[in-house]
């Protein structure tokens, strides 16, 4: 049905890769590029051994891009003539790659809104000021296909269609119940993930943001396959594209689970400064220390073999229907071995690798045609949800839900 070209190598391009090998019907075709071919290379072998060459098969190429560039990826794109690009690299290359799509007309989807890297701060107007172009190019670009965001918009949108006249409150629980036997790591790019939980947390209620201190807000919550957590409130960025799209919405919160070990790291780190993206020099460089820890932090792809444990995320709606007050809990469990037996990675790459592929296929399919640029939660829930169940992150639904406090 349709070429994808998959931008990066990591933990989550590697999900992607296996999991549109899984479906050759839609994915004919792939290039996987990055700037370190041999990462792309050693994917193709993989997924080639995994699952054959040829006639029936999605065919697997690679490529060497830096995708900071937009003269590379134009040149990229020219040359593989993809029907989408699928941006698997990091929030930093958003733009770059939505104006190299822009340039050649081809669609766009990505798992992560834009974050310049001089500021740990990420939001939507940078890409939705895109819109009005990727109109009149009569191409789509849809922002967020992970699991959070991503999935947690699509349960929103289902929420919305199904079962609710209103949503009054959404709170999204993203619960890692894993152990990886390491006393500190992170599940995905250790920067992007300490960037995003040593920032000030915050929440939408009655039509603005209120702010919090880092890990401000806490709560006790008893996750279905993995049992209670302390659960930390952050901000996370579905929560603004859903203030907006879902009408009427009074607050939205997101909350996710860390470990006392995972805390008293992140906070040791941050005491003496190893977290800050402020450069200092060193002897006779200018380095970053944050980039100096990823560097020797434990690779998020290397965690597979030694995760245990479950990850459950998902979303509780409130709100009326038929003048009654309902509650309404959906959410996927997920094994961290599971997925290694499956592809070679822990849940948290696959949780987001799944919904990658499925974006995609949504657009190739053409199931999901509107022309412009559109978060997850803009499209029709129903054909993503069935995908879903059947690759791979199986929903359930409790319409009696413990709520959060
Ligand atoms: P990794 O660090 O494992 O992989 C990032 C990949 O991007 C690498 O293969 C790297 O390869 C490539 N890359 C980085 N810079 C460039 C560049 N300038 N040009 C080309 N390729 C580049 O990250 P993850 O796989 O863990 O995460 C991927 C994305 O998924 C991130 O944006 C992350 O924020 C997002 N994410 C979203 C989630 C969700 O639920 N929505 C959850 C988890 C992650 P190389 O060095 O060879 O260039």
């Avoid at 995905?188 to 939980?197: A, L, M, Q, T, Y």
């Avoid at 709606?317 to 599971?338: L, P, S, T, W």
């Avoid at 799944?354 to 296929?361: N, R």
Wanted: with cysteine.
């Amino acid at each position: 049905m349709g070429k994808a070209l998959i931008i990066g190598a990591g933990g989550v391009a590697g999900v992607v890769a296996h999991k549109c090998c899984q479906n050759p019907e839609v994915f004919e075709e792939i290039c996987i590029a990055s700037r370190t071919k041999s990462k792309c290379d050693t994917l193709k072998e993989v997924c080639e051994n995994k699952y054959g060459v040829g006639v029936g098969k999605t065919k697997i190429t690679t490529a060497q891009v830096n995708a900071d560039y937009v003269d590379e990826l134009v040149a990229l794109i020219e040359k593989v003539k993809p029907d989408i690009v699928m941006n698997i690299a990091l929030p930093y290359q958003d733009l770059t790659i939505m104006e190299a799509c822009l340039k050649t007309k081809t669609n766009y989807m990505d798992t992560a809104n834009y974050e310049p890297p001089e500021t740990a701060h990420f939001e939507y107007s940078w890409q939705w000021a895109y819109k009005k172009r990727f109109e009149e190019a009569g191409i789509t670009a849809l922002l967020g296909s992970g699991f959070d965001p991503g999935v947690t918009g699509v349960f929103s949108a289902y929420a919305a269609k199904h079962y609710f006249d209103e949503i009054e409150f959404i709170d999204i629980l993203d619960c890692n119940g894993g152990n990886h036997g390491y006393p500190f790591a992170t599940n995905f790019n250790p920067e992007i993930n300490i960037r995003e939980v040593s920032a000030k947390g915050s929440y939408w209620e009655n039509g603005h943001w209120v702010e919090t201190e880092p890990m401000e807000i806490k709560r006790v919550y008893n996750f279905d396959g993995v049992g209670e957590k302390d659960m930390y409130l952050l901000h996370h960025e579905e929560i603004e594209s859903l203030a907006l799209n879902i009408k009427g919405i009074k607050r939205i919160r997101f909350f996710m689970t860390f470990g006392q070990s995972y805390l008293t790291h992140l906070q040791c780190l941050t005491n003496v400064g190893m977290t800050s993206i402020e450069p200092i020099d060193f002897e006779g460089h200018q380095i970053i220390p944050l980039q100096f820890l990823k560097a020797v932090l434990p690779d998020p792809a290397s965690l597979g073999p030694r995760t245990v444990g479950k990850t459950n995320i998902g979303c509780i709606f409130q709100g009326k229907k038929d003048g009654k007050d309902i509650a309404y809990y959906v959410y996927n469990i997920c094994d961290h071995q599971e997925c290694y037996r499956e592809v070679g990675s822990q849940a948290i790459s696959y949780t987001t690798g799944v919904p990658a592929m499925i974006g995609a296929m949504m657009l190739l399919t053409g199931k999901w045609n509107k022309k412009g640029v559109y978060n997850i939660e803009e499209f029709d829930p129903d054909p993503f949800m069935e995908a879903l169940n059947q690759f791979g992150l199986p929903w359930i639904e409790n319409f009696h839900p413990q709520l959060v406090k």
